[in-house]
C-alpha cells in the first residue's frame, strides 16, 4: 500500500497502438498526399464557381434515419450523448447540406454552388479503396431545374480526373435517370410509393443474388417475378430499345438525352456511358443518376451521384431543385497508383535549412531564418545542439530541401553565410542582406 493508503495502479496491458478498424492515422507523408488531392479538388471547385461549406461531423441521428431500406440507416456509427441525445458520426454530407440550406432559405442566393471535403463515417464491410471512414469532395449545385446542373457537375468531375492524368480509357461515367425506372416500374404494376424502396433493392442486387432479398421483397409486396422482370428490362437495354417501350416522349430519356449533348459541348462525351441498371443505392434521388468506375474493373465505384429535388421534403420544407455528387479519397488513390500517377510524397516542401556551425552562432543562424521566412521561403533552422556539418547535410537531404544555409564563424563576423545548392552540389559566400535573393533565383 502506497503512502496514505492509496492503492498502487495496476500495469497496463500492452496498449494497441492499431487505429480503430477501418480507421487511418495520416503521418506528414500521407498528409502531403492529402494536402495534394485535396488541393485538386478545391482548385477545380473555383475554378467552377463553387463556394466551400462545412458542418459538423456529429449530427442529430434523425437525419439518417430512413424509411427505404438503405444500407447507410443500418451502418451509422451512432450513439446517444450525455444529454440523452440520439446522435451519429454523419456517413454522408447531404443531409447536413440540406438541413443548413433548409435553416436558411430565405436569405440565400436562388443558385447555389457549394462545396465540401468532409470525412464521413460508415460501419460496414472493407474492401480495396473503402474503409469505415473516408474523406469525400461533395459538390452541389441547388436551385437549376434542368440538366444543366447535372452537366456542370459531371464536368467537374472528369476535369479533376484529367488534371490528374487520367483518360476516358481509364475511367467510365455510367448514367441513368430514375425516372425511367419508375416509368418500366408503372407499367410492372408496382405502386408509386413503392418506387424508391424497389430503387435502392436493385441496387442490392449488385452485391447479393436476388434470393437473398425474398424478405426485402415480400415486405414491398414484390414478387420475385415481378423484380425478375425489372431487371430483365433494364439490364444491357439501350436508348433505342426503351424508347420503342416508353416512347419519345419519356422524360428520362429525353434528360439523358439532353445530358449527352451538352457533354459534346463541353468535351467528355467520350467519358459517358448509359446503363439503365445504375441506381444508386439512395432513395432520394429523383432524376438522372451516375457513377464513375474503373474501367480496368479492379476497383469499385470511384464516385457517384445524382438529382435530388425532393429531399427537403423529407425535413417538413418546400422541395428545391438540387443535384451533386461525392467523390472519395480512397478509390482514387488507389486507382492513381495503379497507373503510377501519384506524386513523390517521400520529401517534405521545405526549401532551406539554415545550420549554425556552433552554439554561440545560434542567434544569427535564427535571425537569417527569420528574414528568409519573412520573405516567403519554406525554411526550417536545425535545433539539435552539437551536430556536425556532415550530419546538417545529411538531415536537409532527408527533407528534400534544395538548399542549405550555413552560418559559419568566419563568415558570420563579416556579415556573410555560405548556401549551398544540394540540387546543383555548387556553393557560394553571399552577404546576409542578400541570402533570399540569392535563394529565391535558385527556386525561381
Not at 495520416?26 to 485538386?40: A, T, V
Not at 451502418?75 to 440523452?84: A, M, S
Not at 440565400?108 to 472493407?126: D, G, H, N, V
Not at 482514387?332 to 517534405?348: A, F, G, H, Q
Amino acid at each position: 500500500v502506497a503512502q496514505g493508503g492509496a492503492k498502487k495502479a495496476k500495469p497496463q496491458g500492452k496498449f494497441d497502438l492499431k487505429p480503430p478498424k477501418g480507421t487511418r492515422d495520416f503521418y506528414p507523408e500521407d498528409m502531403r498526399l492529402q494536402s495534394w488531392l485535396f488541393g485538386h479538388f478545391r482548385r477545380v471547385a473555383a475554378e467552377f464557381g463553387f463556394e466551400e461549406y462545412d458542418a459538423p461531423v456529429v449530427e442529430n441521428e434523425d437525419l439518417y434515419i430512413r424509411k427505404a431500406g438503405e444500407e447507410v440507416s443500418q451502418q451509422l456509427y451512432n450513439f446517444e450523448d450525455k444529454g440523452g441525445r440520439a446522435l451519429s458520426l454523419r456517413p454522408e454530407m447531404t443531409p447536413s447540406l440540406a438541413r443548413m440550406v433548409l435553416a436558411k432559405r430565405g436569405g440565400l442566393p436562388a443558385t447555389l454552388k457549394w462545396f465540401s471535403i468532409p470525412q464521413c463515417w460508415r460501419y460496414e464491410r472493407m474492401t480495396r479503396g473503402r474503409r469505415r471512414e473516408h474523406y469525400q469532395w461533395n459538390m452541389d449545385i441547388w436551385g437549376v431545374e434542368g440538366v444543366e446542373a447535372e452537366a456542370e457537375c459531371l464536368a467537374a468531375m472528369v476535369k479533376l480526373m484529367s488534371d490528374m492524368g487520367l483518360t476516358s480509357e481509364d475511367v467510365g461515367i455510367k448514367i441513368n435517370n430514375r425516372k425511367i425506372l419508375t416509368e418500366l416500374m408503372g407499367s410492372l404494376g408496382i405502386p408509386e410509393e413503392k418506387f424508391a424502396p424497389t430503387c435502392v433493392l436493385i441496387d442490392k442486387l449488385e452485391k447479393v443474388p436476388v434470393e437473398a432479398l425474398q424478405s426485402d421483397m415480400q415486405e414491398l409486396g414484390l414478387s420475385t417475378e415481378t423484380v425478375s422482370t425489372l431487371l430483365d428490362l433494364i439490364q444491357d437495354a439501350s436508348l433505342e430499345g426503351l424508347e420503342a417501350r416508353l416512347g419519345p416522349e419519356s422524360a428520362g430519356l429525353q434528360e439523358i438525352k439532353q445530358i449527352f449533348a451538352l457533354a459534346e459541348s463541353y468535351g467528355y462525351a467520350d467519358w459517358l456511358q448509359f446503363n439503365a441498371s445504375v441506381v444508386r443505392g439512395l432513395a432520394y434521388y429523383t432524376g438522372a443518376v451516375f457513377e464513375g468506375f474503373d474501367r480496368s474493373g479492379t476497383l469499385r465505384a470511384i464516385c457517384g451521384g445524382g438529382r435530388y429535388d425532393k429531399l427537403l421534403e423529407t425535413f417538413g420544407g418546400e422541395a428545391m431543385p438540387a443535384v451533386g455528387f461525392g467523390f472519395g479519397d480512397a478509390v482514387i488513390v488507389e486507382l492513381l497508383k495503379m497507373k503510377n500517377l501519384l506524386p513523390d510524397t517521400s520529401t517534405s516542401d521545405i526549401q532551406v535549412v539554415v545550420f549554425a556551425q556552433a552554439e554561440d552562432l545560434r542567434p544569427q543562424a535564427v535571425s537569417v531564418a527569420t528574414a528568409l521566412r519573412a520573405q516567403g521561403l519554406r525554411c526550417d533552422v536545425v535545433l539539435d545542439a552539437g551536430k556536425k556539418t556532415k550530419w546538417a547535410f545529411k538531415y536537409a537531404n532527408r527533407l528534400g530541401a534544395g538548399a542549405l544555409v550555413m552560418v559559419a564563424e568566419d563568415e558570420a563576423a563579416r556579415g556573410e553565410v555560405v548556401i549551398k545548392n544540394l540540387t546543383l552540389g555548387e556553393q557560394q559566400t553571399v552577404a546576409i542582406a542578400e541570402a533570399g535573393a540569392a535563394l529565391q533565383a535558385q527556386f525561381a
